[in-house]
């Protein structure tokens, strides 16, 4: 696994908590483009979001992260708790739907398969795609499964009446969100101008039913 796509304290919070007598990151599985970046080495990563699909105790994260020292609280309902912990951005929050594949395990916590994260790209671009978002996804299509397979998993992770496929597919093909963000910190070859080539070819490429 890439741990160096993280910055160097943000790693040691990681093994702090990890270490914790309570231990904090059981349970929890590292999702989104952290998780990516941990798998293929492909980009730094700035934040760290875990989630799980059972229920949350904010109170008790709250309890732990106390015990590490002082933090700002950005964001915090039943199932979501996002903090400022040391300079570094730290996420957790429930999931509904079950990881299609399974998890690895690494050191204290799990990672989400790369098929998973995908899934969950095309989801966020088809919100407010950002630039990292598509720069994930290219770089996971570089390899197999192919965009289409994709597509294919999609009812099966979120159910067919959750997803507007024709919505997604015409998502991979608007930049202007992305656009007005800066390019992430790449650590392999990457071309933005190919970058939205090669998803106006994919999504031609698809047929939906």
Known sequence: MHEKVLPKHSLELLSALGKDPSPLLTGWTLA????????LGHRI???VNFCRTDDMDVRALHDV???????ETLQEADHT??????????SFFRVRDPFLFDTLPHRFFTIASIGD???????????RGSRKDFADLYTILQDEPTLEAYFEMLARKYGESRVNTYHILK????FDDAESEP????????DWKECKAFFVREARAIVLP
Do not use: E, R, W
């Open 171 to 174: 998502s991979l093909t608007y």
């Open 45 to 47: 990563s700035d934040a």
């Open 183 to 190: 390019m992430p910190q790449m650590l392999v070859p990457f």
């Open 32 to 39: 989104g483009g952290t998780g990516l970046a941990f798998h």
């Open 117 to 127: 994260i995908a899934l969950k790209k095309l989801i966020a671009i088809s919100g």
């Open 65 to 71: 992260l106390a015990s590490h020292g002082p933090y």
């Open 81 to 90: 708790l996002t903090v400022i912990i040391k300079n570094t951005k730290l």
